[in-house]
T-cell receptor
Framework: DGGITQSPKYLFRKEGQNVTLSCEQN?????MYWYRQDPGQGLRLIYY???????QKGDIAEGYSVSREKKESFPLTVTSAQKNPTAFYLC??????????????FGQGTRLTVV | SQQGEEDPQALSIQEGENATMNCSYK?????LQWYRQNSGRGLVHLIL?????REKHSGRLRVTLDTSKKSSSLLITASRAADTASYFC???????????FGKGTTLSVSS
């Protein structure tokens, strides 16, 4: 099945720990994105990547880091510098930049909780 | 920075009724997209309307775009309980490189 897979579905983090959320796609898409969603809120852009080995900060990049070593993978690390990491994290991909009239495909999300 | 804002924030209707959601945005766009999110799940693309289009249909969905008013509307006709979800409009950031979403409209359809 072609698609975008996020893992794990649920993740618990202790204060001061870094955690990495996985996002893999087999759609051969160039662009990948990470969003954060808080309860009752819309999606806020954390980081995005249009091509391998390149990525840009979104609106709320502080406390997060990413890498794009392979076209199909775009992991997100939530560092201890992120003071309020409890949220629902969504990964998405698109064939190329979404400015060119293309839709984005989303994973099923990872719910991160600080304990 | 949120480009689109949906209205209303919440909408409750009976099965069979029509549901209309509105989206306003701030800057010029190449296209506007609507997505649906079931509770606790990822978003699913519904429809994309280009800036030179005024109306688009897909099954029970009808989307309109008024670039002069910087607004769009999503109409779901003959709603079903399965349409219960949050609906988001999305446009692109200023660089045209990523989607920016509004806060969404939560639709509840009761049977």
């Amino acid at each position: 099945d072609g698609g975008i897979t996020q893992s794990p579905k649920y993740l618990f983090r202790k204060e001061g720990q870094n955690v990495t959320l996985s996002c893999e796609q087999n759609l051969n898409h160039d662009a990948m994105y990470w969003y954060r969603q808080d309860p009752g809120q819309g999606l806020r852009l954390i980081y995005y990547s249009q091509i391998v080995n390149d990525f840009q900060k979104g609106d709320i990049a502080e406390g997060y880091s990413v890498s794009r070593e392979k076209k199909e993978s775009f992991p997100l690390t939530v560092t201890s510098a992120q003071k309020n990491p409890t949220a629902f994290y969504l990964c998405a991909s698109s064939p190329f930049s979404t400015g060119t009239n293309t839709e984005a495909f989303f994973g099923q999300g990872t719910r991160l909780t600080v304990v | 920075s949120q480009q689109g804002e949906e209205d209303p924030q919440a909408l409750s209707i009976q099965e069979g009724e029509n549901a209309t959601m509105n989206c306003s945005y701030k800057t010029s766009i190449n296209n506007l997209q609507w997505y649906r999110q079931n509770s606790g799940r990822g978003l699913v693309h519904l429809i994309l309307i280009r800036s030179n289009e005024r109306e688009k249909h897909s099954g029970r969905l009808r989307v309109t775009l008024d670039t002069s008013k910087k607004s769009s509307s999503l109409l779901i006709t003959a709603s079903r309980a399965a349409d219960t979800a949050s609906y988001f409009c999305a446009t692109t950031n200023q660089a045209g490189t990523a989607l920016i979403f509004g806060k969404g409209t939560t639709l509840s359809v009761s049977s």
